[in-house]
């Protein structure tokens, strides 16, 4: 299909180079020298995986048992292939002088990259124990996959690495996160055969449509066709060149092939293509930015063939090992008992030469440093691998501007709408470092203002319908594909590029992800250990569309779960934010966006809610990050007989109007309303730094008395944060269990006992020393229960949350908060009488 | 690239039908009859969304604002699409008597299926109140995304549905799944084109490498190119059609097109093309069954592209509708208050001629139903559909069979190797109805043996190397693709169609798939509650390669969080097992076998581990699923000082050897063993069927005393099961928490006080009454806990959790169960004596 294409149908990763490119641009001198260097790296892999001595096996008795390591760890597999790569590119790097870094999507052959970064010198002045000479190649080895040193992968230890790869699917989204905003930067990203089945690769090519070739970087994607998995040949390897070749063109993509073993014509081919691949880049980066015209190029990309465990034995112990998947891992296990094995993996590792490649303290040789780029342009140093240079804080508008005027209890309004025009500012302050991303949700999310400063990307076909509110531009802000991987990849990389973002998404769908943000809690944690990474913005997740309002949408769209994920994750890292209101929620964003490297989940509906706090109190109230709300309690200055408290929008309403109905039926029961807005104030300042002490947390939920929680999630994860506190027995939770009906917001928390007439009735339950009219009462409010739910069925499904059933006059039973509360506490088990506030 | 490609580059639905297939099948009878069941469904499907009266217009004064229901919801645009799919697979399931059903993946748009569902009179045998005439036609109307009815999806309710699609991605491969081992099916499976962004299904097209064209059925999917999703254009409707039909043979499919809106046109040529792929699957399913020699065909695939909202009207107030995103719910929402909008709709509704389609009963005319097939050809009743007909329980060989001979405390060996035996011969007899699944860890995870009687399928291309120990046959019984997505996809499929299989995964990596898995355990639990459903085999999931051994893999690879999510799913459907050892791994896993609908969850570790259980215990501890180990404790038949529990494999081992420690050293404690293997059985039993009652709870923990608890996972989920226990405050849990170093097992336990050390420590911390050894045996602990670190640390990471560190000693301070336990009990706070046992 390329004028240049020849290939015949050939999944042999052996033999001459079959090359799109044909180009031989290498003298006979630079093969020399690619060969050693790339032997060096090679060489230094093997170390890593099985030498704990002599690393350069200069002792007179050659390798032995005894220099070996009693463990050997690693993957060999894919690192010459990676190794190879890399190596090329530095090439194009010095001469062209490009901004450049290096993601290795396989993870594991992480040696490949190592090597680099050592030979390169910046694994030593990050580590600089770790030497330029023997003694620094050997703590390397040493250090390699054992415990306290580093793993097997990419991690945050290795210099120039963003991405580690531990679990695959995430290098192409990484790599698109990183390039957006970054004009002249390359991401060369090393994809694995075996990632590209996993589905957030197979979907993450399909970033090209979203990728501005004038105010965006490049991504130059390097498929590796290793051929083999753990213990399985790839899909990719197995299918015919024409098909391979097709299903990239479907993608968008230009593939050029690179396919062989021979090693002077690969090097050759790679040289060759990789130059072919950056000058296309350039190109159409030029005649978009000349022309002031984005469009869509259809990007190059390699298809680099080479044998799994390439330059390795062919056999062992009469097994296949190169080419094969027996080379995946520590290529030659029983070294340590064969005596055979172990003179193969010697002479194996002699046959690179280490003596012609090291000088005689172990340090590389002078005329193969200088292949290397050098300080910043190295791939294993570029800042954009470590938060940038430095994070460019967020110019943020003043949430207080965009404060609703709340009249409290009475006012309803979507506080995401609202919402919206404050980040609609945001984004339009910030336009080179700030993005929204979602699955095509955004608008029915209630954020189409942010429309306003920034529309949605889009570099494939448009027609003349879009102008009729379709909000696409090529230069827009707003990133949307119906793909939770593909958005939260983007958004990944392009935080941990330096940027700053948000993610939108329905609530029960989050769950899709909860793997990827859980590695990005882990890579945040381990980066919190190691000195030299920088801070970054934090990952910013809004759920929304939440369960309780899940009307017709019904069982599939119910699952507030994430919250969970989220909680065993590390304490250092995780945030969990329910607001209230919307003016909470304003105050909660502001803080999220300001803060590093942490994962803030912040949990708000998007429907017309009502609204309590003002602005001050809100961000007073924020500030605590739980508090309780006097102007809702009654005798607030009295030990309550029983605390009702409220951690989530549409649960804290409820709970509110359990206490009116309380308050109006019960007059005298001291009730103490609580809110939480700081999902980790419940839990112990020992197990969390925003944990309050025992003291703390009892002078609000004191020691002994009941507690009526209504909480947005499943219920068992207040219990789980609160287990150990004194009054852990007392705590009685309602959320949302998992029944599997359509239903009204009305049946599904009363199904739930979260509605305000279970709530009330629990709260009865619990008091057992009131009156005798209590029962009397309990008895009405399920009357009353009974005809809300007539109510809710003669209206069809449509009754905002019993908004409009009756609230007004529940309302009046709450203090206004602009009122003084009523001091004088009538007993607890006084007559029930009207306090007339 | 077909010999009949003839179109240009043109992303618009409109206009005449432009195909790849040129035929004209049909009469002018035939159009026209076509033409009115497509509007009778499409008349349907408006009334479901709009009407809840008079549903065929019939009154009078014609429709006016009483007839609508209160609140207008459901998704109408997709619904033409697909109900035209539908339609035209009907015409060749009569005429060439196939076995066929419907798979919708948009899900949204199921009144779409719905209303075909009730045109061939499925729906009313499922539902009888719902008849065959006006009167039933309103009550279907009327439970349209009402609370109590039927959702807006294709939930369980729908006849002929097994898939809902409220999370989209999985309609592919839930597809392949359906037709494994089902050579006549043809699963039709309609895919949205926002749906085809997610990355479980952009890799799921891969199934067709993995598909047997003599043993399995086919898949025929319709690729649904409606152009919009929400609020954005679908990626795939917006790129070149030469990009399109690339991208799809590159998948390796042969891909048809059927694009425009003109009805008469597009009829013709959605019977063409439907009939070519039809004859093109026979052909190859007959090429290959004929010859004996499975391959791999370019299976034919449609793209169907046709406005969204597709005969709806082309405008409303001045926006687009038809062929634009706002045909993508309800299409006109303000009907209600808007007269002209009102007769807009009216209009639109007596375009489809309800009095031509209905008769004056309301049922559909005669000569319409004449064209839906009948019985269980009926895609609404195909019984596929609904488990089979009926499930096949496997034929189990007696596991007793293959039990480990077990010398407790000191056999050393991997259950799931041993395990792998019986997996074998479960495999050998249900050649036909049971499947092994995973993403390339079956060899990893020691599960090799299943080769000997099923290889790992494998349709695409082979070469010589394969020979060497690759295992792959088209004809296999094990299903690896590197995709958890796809593997769980195909896994859920297979068993709604009944049969039965096994996923077996790395533990942390199955939070990839937590979303899928909450979905199917939502499928579930509706099931339970839809009379016509029958039984299906269980999810089982196999959980292994565990966190306490993540030696090298380090902490990406560290998360047994998968438990937490399952945890909150319905306890109707959950069941989670954490078999201490090889007996009852294999006993657990013979019951998951034989259970239906259930989502069960076992985890056990690959590794070598010490036994402690022989067959008949094992069957025992199982059928109670926890149990105190009498042999492991201390006079049994006294009221204990503490309680040691061990809950997974590895903790067990460490808590038993803690155990040991105390017993050897502090001899007169009473200590009592538990393990526990069914996780539930710690939740009330009313909370969870598996449930103990307060009552036998007590019996077993006690009410007051320290009960020191070794969890597999995260601690704090024993806590959220056991918080209203009467002992819950002397709980003290150990596991797994989020720390981030590369550590050795033993290591790993040690920082989380999971060790056999920090057991013993923390239950003489928990008995402040021990007499003053106490406190220089917590020293002398402490002093080995260091020395066994040293230990480690000088053998690198290799030692098998400290396996043959000091055990045997240890292991001698554990009562042998063949003997008698000691009935004298010391007094709790005696001397402590040596036990010479």
Redo the contacts between chains.
């Keep these: 299909m390329s004028e240049e294409t020849s290939q015949e149908n050939n999944?042999?990763p052996f033999g001459l180079a079959r090359s799109t490119v044909k180009e031989q641009p290498l003298t006979k001198e630079e093969l020399d020298k690619y060969t050693r260097y790339f032997n060096a790296t090679l060489y230094i892999c093997l170390g890593m995986i099985y030498l704990k001595k002599d690393p350069l096996l200069r002792s007179p008795e050659g390798l032995t048992t005894s220099h070996l390591?009693?463990?050997l760890?690693?993957h060999f597999g894919s690192a010459p292939g990676q190794s190879f790569t890399y190596l090329h590119f530095n090439r194009l790097i010095k001469k062209l002088n490009l901004d450049a870094f290096f993601i290795s999507g396989p993870g594991h052959g992480a040696p490949g990259i190592i090597s680099h970064a050592y030979l390169e010198g910046s694994y030593t002045e990050a580590y600089p124990e770790v030497t330029q000479d023997s003694k620094g190649l050997q703590r390397l080895f040493h250090q390699f996959?054992?415990?306290?040193?580093?793993?097997?992968?990419a991690?945050p230890e290795v210099p120039g690495s963003l991405h580690?790869g531990?679990?695959?699917?995430y290098s192409i989204s990484h790599a698109f996160g990183t390039v957006f905003d970054r004009p002249d930067l390359i991401a060369l990203t090393m994809v694995g055969d075996?990632?590209s089945?996993?589905?957030?690769?197979?979907?993450?090519w399909?970033g090209n449509?979203f990728l501005n070739p004038v105010t965006d970087g490049a991504v130059l994607p390097v498929l590796h066709l290793n051929g083999y998995?753990?213990?399985?040949?790839?899909?990719l390897a197995?299918?015919?060149h024409e098909?391979?070749?097709?299903?990239?063109?479907?993608?968008?993509w230009t593939p050029y092939f690179v396919e062989g073993s021979d090693l002077d014509s690969m090097h050759q081919a790679m040289a060759a293509t990789l130059e072919r691949c950056v000058t296309e880049i350039k190109a159409y980066q030029k005649q978009a930015r000349d022309s002031g015209k984005p469009f869509r190029p259809r990007w190059p990309m390699i298809v680099l063939r080479s044998p799994k465990g390439w330059t390795g034995p062919s056999e062992v112990g009469g097994?296949?090992l190169e080419?094969?998947?027996r080379a995946h891992q520590v290529p030659m296990t029983d070294v340590a008992t064969s005596d055979e094995h172990l003179k193969q993996l010697e002479a194996w590792m002699r046959s690179y030469k280490p003596d012609e490649l090291f000088d005689a303290e172990g340090r590389l040789v002078e005329d193969l440093r200088a292949l290397a780029p050098e300080g910043d342009r190295r791939m294993s140093s570029n800042p954009v691998t470590n938060g940038g240079n430095p994070v460019k804080p967020l110019d943020l508008p003043k949430w207080q501007d965009y404060a609703l005027q709340v009249d409290p209890g009475v006012t309803l309004e979507s506080g995401m709408t609202n919402f919206a025009k404050w980040l609609r500012d945001v984004v339009a302050g910030n336009m080179t470092n700030f993005r929204l991303f979602g699955p095509?949700?955004?608008?029915?999310n209630k954020l189409g203002e942010v429309y306003k400063a920034g529309k949605?990307v889009?570099l494939?076909?448009?027609?003349e319908?879009?102008e009729?509110?379709?909000n696409?531009s090529p230069t827009g802000r707003v990133m949307?594909?119906?793909?939770?991987?593909?958005v939260e990849g983007w958004l990944e990389g392009y935080i941990l590029a330096g940027g700053h973002g948000l993610l939108n998404s329905y609530e029960?769908?989050i769950?899709?992800i909860?793997?990827m943000v859980?590695?990005h809690?882990?890579w945040i944690?381990?980066c919190n250990?190691v000195e030299w990474r920088k801070k970054i913005s934090s990952l910013n997740i809004l759920l929304t569309s939440t369960v309780w309002r899940q009307?017709?949408?019904?069982?599939?769209?119910q699952?507030p779960?994430f919250l969970?994920?989220l909680?065993?994750?590390?304490p250092e890292v995780v945030r969990i934010y329910l607001p209230p209101d919307g003016n909470t929620m304003l105050s909660t964003m502001d803080h999220c966006f300001k803060s590093k490297n942490y994962v803030n989940c912040i949990v708000y509906d998007k429907q017309p809610h009502l609204q309590f706090l003002n602005k001050e109190e809100a961000m007073t109230h924020c500030a605590k990050g739980l508090g309780i709300w006097e102007w809702a309690s009654t005798y607030p200055d009295e030990e309550p007989d029983i605390v009702m408290c409220g951690i989530g929008d549409v649960v804290t309403a409820e709970a509110l109007a359990a206490t009116a109905l309380l308050k109006e039926n019960l007059p005298g029961i001291k009730i103490r309303f609580v809110n939480v807005v700081d999902l980790f104030r419940l839990v112990s300042h020992q197990d969390h730094p925003h944990g309050l002490t025992d003291k703390e947390f009892d002078s609000i939920f004191t020691r002994d008395k009941p507690v009526i929680v209504n909480f947005h999630s499943?219920p068992?994860?207040v219990?789980?944060l609160t287990?150990r506190r004194n009054g852990?027995?007392n705590i009685h939770v309602r959320g949302y269990r998992?029944?599997?009906?359509?239903?009204?917001p009305l049946?599904l928390a009363i199904k739930n006992k979260a509605d305000r007439f279970s709530l009330a009735m629990e709260a009865i339950d619990q008091m057992p020393n009131l009156n005798n009219r209590a029962s009397a009462v309990r008895e009405k409010l399920r009357d009353e229960q009974i005809r809300a739910v007539a109510y809710?069925?003669e209206?069809?499904?449509?009754v905002p949350h019993l908004k409009d059933w009756n609230w007004a006059s529940r309302n009046a039973g709450i203090q206004q908060k602009g009122e003084a509360a009523d001091k004088k506490p009538a007993p607890a088990g006084a007559e029930a009488r009207s306090t007339g506030s």
């Design positions: 999944i042999s390591k009693s463990r760890l690693g996959s054992f415990p306290g040193g580093m793993g097997s992968h991690t580690e531990g679990e695959l699917g075996g990632e089945e996993t589905g957030p690769l197979a979907t993450a399909h449509k998995k753990i213990n399985n040949p790839t899909v197995r299918v015919s098909e391979l070749e097709m299903l990239f063109r479907g993608y968008g097994h296949h080419g094969f998947w095509d949700e955004t608008e029915s949605k889009w494939a076909d448009t027609i319908y879009d009729d509110g379709g696409l949307e594909m119906l793909s939770e991987h593909t029960p769908f769950h899709i909860d793997s859980g590695q809690c882990k944690e381990k250990q009307d017709h949408n019904g069982f599939t769209h699952d779960g969970d994920v909680t065993n994750k590390s499943y068992w994860l219990h789980r287990y852990s027995r998992e029944k599997g009906n359509i239903d009204t049946e809710s069925f209206n069809g499904i449509d």
